[in-house]
């Protein structure tokens, strides 16, 4: 399974962007699928994530109410819709896919850069 994320850039505060995570080798309906941060220096963090079979999200605190995980399996991608962001959400963003008999994320796409400035 490869992932790729993509989507992030520069926006200011209060500004929307829609993070894109796509497969080849798999198909992702089949997985379930996390977000995730990372600030140098910091641990990483779960953002959110969509389960493989029944849909259900979960997503951090600091993000509930912003960020929404969605799937579209016609297009073998998940997106996370990040509304209203702030700064404190500048961080690399990775997607990552969980197969149904691991308890691990064993795939990760390779990162982008999100960053929140005026």
């Known amino acids: 399974v490869q992932l790729q994320a993509s989507g992030g850039g520069l926006v200011q505060p209060g500004g929307s962007l829609r993070l894109s995570c796509t497969a080849s080798?798999?198909?992702?309906?089949?997985?379930?699928i996390g977000w995730f941060r990372q600030v140098p220096g910091k641990e990483r963090e779960g953002v959110s994530c969509?389960?493989?079979?029944?849909?259900?999200?979960y997503y951090t605190d600091s993000v509930k109410g912003r960020f929404t995980i969605s799937r579209d399996n016609a297009k073998n991608t998940v997106y996370l819709q990040m509304n209203n962001l702030k700064p404190e959400d500048t961080a690399v963003y990775y997607c990552?896919?969980?197969?149904?008999?691991?308890?691990?994320?064993?795939?990760w796409g390779q990162g982008t850069q999100v960053t929140v400035s005026s």
């Open positions: 990552a896919a969980k197969g149904a008999a691991s308890s691990t994320y064993d795939y």
């Open positions: 080798g798999a198909t992702l309906n089949y997985y379930a």
């Open positions: 969509i389960s493989s079979r029944n849909g259900n999200t």
